[in-house]
C-alpha cells in the first residue's frame, strides 16, 4: 500500500470511527489493567492477613 501525500483522505468517517474505537478501548483496557492490580493488592493484604493470624495464634 502506497502513502499518497498532499491529498485529502476519501474515508473521514470511517477513521474517525476508528479513533473514537481506539479511544474507547484504550480506556477500557487500562479500567482492567488497575482492576487487576486493585485484585492482586487485595489478595496480597488477606495473604499477610492470614499469615499474621496465623503466626500470631501459634505462640
Known sequence: MQR???YASQN???LES???????HGKTWLRSVWGQR???GLLFVF???VTFQF???TR
Do not use: D, P, W
Open 55 to 57: 503466626l500470631m495464634s
Open 38 to 40: 486493585l485484585a492482586y
Open 4 to 6: 499518497m501525500q498532499g
Open 12 to 14: 473521514i468517517r470511517e
Open 18 to 24: 476508528g479513533s473514537q474505537y481506539h479511544q474507547k
Open 47 to 49: 495473604v499477610a492477613f
